[in-house]
């Protein structure tokens, strides 16, 4: 049973436009919750992360917002350039991390278009 | 500074095989992770050792398994290989424990199982 879910395999956003990618999970002990970038023939690259105990981190073009009740969280990218192209992984972690390491979703392939 | 460098970069073994896959990270960083990625999937939690021993171990069999050396490079071992092993593999290392240490990817081994 998939505990991080990314409910959208692909994304299709207009450079200069907002893009929004959404990821849901189940697991009530997560409690740290990261994005990842990855293009193709490279490993995973760090984008941004959000504790539980805040509900918005901005880093940049990049925002994540957290809403522990829905047990959702949204990374918007402001505004959408070519390079963003990419697959994006959420991920989540619990206290700790290390006994159960990262939980990833499936990943939202997101396509810029000029 | 090198990042986390991986080899081979592909391989390809016969059902049945033992296979070795090696990974040295970024230099200061104590902990390594390994995971696994099926195309279409994220990745997925194999291991992670820290200061040369298990600290986590993912939903894997005993068919995986997994060291730490002095110098914190570390070696990932899959025997009797079955089709399903087909995935790229991926190793990530972080200064500590603990999932707000931002944890980074190699380019990953990409195995074929024939």
């Known amino acids: 049973d998939q505990q991080v879910k990314q409910n959208s395999p692909s994304l299709s956003v207009q450079e200069g436009r907002i893009s929004i990618l959404n990821c849901d999970y189940t697991?009530?002990?997560?409690?740290?919750f990261l994005w990842y970038k990855k293009y193709p023939a490279e490993g995973p690259t760090f984008l941004i992360s959000?504790?539980?105990?805040?509900d918005k981190n901005e880093d940049g073009r990049f925002t994540v917002f957290l809403n522990k009740s829905a047990k959702h969280l949204s990374l918007h990218i402001v505004p959408s350039q070519p390079g963003d192209s990419a697959v994006y992984f959420c991920?989540?972690?619990?206290?700790?991390?290390?006994?159960?390491?990262?939980?990833f979703g499936k990943g939202t392939h997101l396509i810029i278009q000029p | 500074d090198a990042g986390v460098t991986q080899s081979p970069t592909h391989l390809i073994k016969t059902r049945g095989q033992q296979v070795t896959l090696r990974c040295s990270p970024i230099?200061?960083?104590?902990?390594v992770s390994w995971y696994q990625q099926v195309l279409g999937q994220g990745p997925q939690f194999i291991f992670q050792?820290?200061?040369?021993?298990?600290?986590g171990r993912g939903n894997f069999p005993d068919r995986f398994s997994a060291r730490q050396f002095p110098n914190y490079s570390s070696e990932l071992n899959v025997n009797a290989l079955l089709l399903g092993d087909s995935a790229l593999y991926l190793c990530?290392?972080?200064?500590?424990?603990?999932?707000?240490?931002?944890?980074?990817f190699g380019p990953g081994t990409r195995l074929t199982v024939t």
């Open positions: 990530a290392s972080s200064l500590d424990l603990g999932a707000s240490f931002e944890q980074y």
């Open positions: 697991n009530s002990m997560f409690d740290y």
């Open positions: 959000i504790s539980s105990i805040k």
């Open positions: 991920a989540a972690s619990a206290v700790g991390g290390g006994a159960d390491g990262l939980t």
């Open positions: 230099s200061g960083h104590k902990s």
């Open positions: 050792y820290y200061e040369k021993e298990e600290r």
